[in-house]
């Protein structure tokens, strides 16, 4: 099967049980990571475990890259395990009884036995092995494994399979901050290393805005939003961008060190930011986060200003907030930027859309 | 000490309880499997019936199976229209006897077992490329050994203690159908408390080291085979 055509999903879903109904209508780009976010009862949980068949809806279409997992107009139903995906529990959800190797090779055996497309190559199991640092722990027994390396294991298990698919339900929502710090890093450098699309749960945002390159934002079992993370982020129409973390996610790359400040500058579509020192090779990409609450809007150049960061850009939308706020969102280059200030500055400023002003960015973060 | 006819008894015994064993796992597995998956309304009917035995005297089992089982019975009348002849007082009639008597001890903790996989497993199982009769022998039977172990145990020891049913049914014929547990009795009929102390004694031993195995080796709980 090729790859490279029909990279798509597309998903249509019915189901109703007792006061909850999941309606689904989605056609979500099959590369990078796609992030389902919702809160607790949205429905994403279940709209992932009808993508993988772990749950049938009475109505559904379910189409990925080209082939039809699922018909219901003509009766069509793949069972999971004829699909080519991979599967990530909230828990790991490892083969107590089977060592780790055994956990990775369970999958493994079955589609040399039956492959509808075939199984990673033997370097690609010693990458995904070494990608994911669970070497030193092949021989260990599921019992004795913290639960960050069990979810390392449980990733790796259903990468070797190579799927068209890979599925993640909330993988990291059972684990302590510091097992996230942990994780998080090998899911960035998975989508970049591994050319396998990813469908990704969750209910954090801080994990949206680090790993989601497309959004579907979840509500009551529909699909409020759907669309690129910077895009969809910055929507003025939707609650995330009034949100006191509403921030702005941009891809960016390292241009510069200017060491004597310890300063990185690194450039986006458009311009460029100084940033805080990081230790990272030059052309190396990365992601920059922008609180909306660290924007503020000046309409001349300041001379005098200690904010490094200052970028000449445009209002495209205005919104007025809770609580006396307004919500800007301008254009920084090609780069949509959210801006929360007083209704009253919008006022005295005289903000209207299409007016070009500069944006004082006061702080940054890196997300990986 | 004990007589030939003792150890006739002994090995008589050995023979139904491992029969019995081996069918009851051979029925009670997929039974037990169904029972602990089947959203259907006949669930709670069959987990019912094979309860019964729990609380059912012997005798009343032993009755109806005598009933059934006999000339005149529907399972008798189909018995003797294969050409089997009838099965009560026969070696054969003794072991259906007892798989249908010991039953729960096996079913029930196989349906524990099962229930404590519960569904994750096989979920993983079926992500993973596993048709569901793979994932039965390659996660289920393996992840649920330890409630095979008890339930071959209980189910083993439960049949070689039966005397009820086993006299209704299989009579007290020499080296046919005369077990341990009727052995004793004849004894202690017979005023031979000698006899009746090693055959009692030694069953005794028996069932406490199969308990102690349980409740030490398995560390099965007490109330584990009685949901």
Known sequence: MNRKLNKFITARFKLCYGEFELSINLRLPNSGISVLFGHSGSGKTTLLRCIAGLQQAQEGYLEINGSVWQDSDVGVFLPTHKRSLGYVFQDANLFSHLTVRENLNFGLKRLKAHPPRPPSKGGDFHHIVNLLGIKHLMERMPERLSGGEKQRVAIARALVLNPEILLMDEPLASLDSKRKQEILPFLSRLNQELNIPVLYVTHSQQEVAQLADYLVLMEAGKVQAAGKLSETLSRLDLPLSQERDASSVWNAMVVEHETEFHLTRVAFEGGSLSLPAIEAKLGTPLRVQIYARDVSIVLETPHATSILNVLPAIIVGISDGENGQSIVRLEVGTQALLAHITRKSALVLNLKIGKAVFVQIKSTSILN | ?227
């Open chain 2, 1 to 227: 000490m004990l007589t030939s006819a003792d150890f006739a008894t002994l090995l008589l015994t050995f023979k139904v309880a491992s029969l019995a064993t081996i069918f009851m796992l051979l029925f009670g597995t997929p039974l037990a499997w169904w029972l602990e998956r089947t959203q259907s309304k006949w669930r709670g009917i069959i987990n019912a019936v094979v309860a019964l035995p729990l609380v059912l005297p012997p005798t009343v089992l032993g009755f109806y199976l005598l009933v059934l089982l006999g000339k005149n019975g529907i399972v008798g009348e189909f018995t003797t229209w294969l050409g089997i002849g009838t099965l009560p007082f026969t070696f054969a009639g003794l072991v259906v006897a007892s798989v249908l008597y010991s039953s729960p001890f096996v079913i029930q903790p196989l349906q524990n077992a099962f229930s404590a996989i519960g569904n994750q497993p096989l979920e993983a199982a079926a992500t993973l490329r596993a048709s569901p009769l793979d994932t039965f022998f390659s996660v289920v039977l393996p992840q649920a050994k330890s409630g095979f172990l008890t339930a071959t145990i209980l189910g083993f020891a439960h049949t070689v203690g039966e005397f009820g049913v086993v006299l209704m049914v299989g009579g007290n014929i020499p080296d046919k159908t005369r077990v341990v547990s009727v052995q004793i009795y004849n004894h202690v009929e017979a005023l031979e408390y000698t006899q009746a102390h090693w055959l009692a004694g030694g069953l005794l031993a028996f069932s406490f080291i199969v308990l102690l195995i349980l409740y030490t080796v398995l560390k099965t709980s007490p109330n584990a085979s009685l949901k």
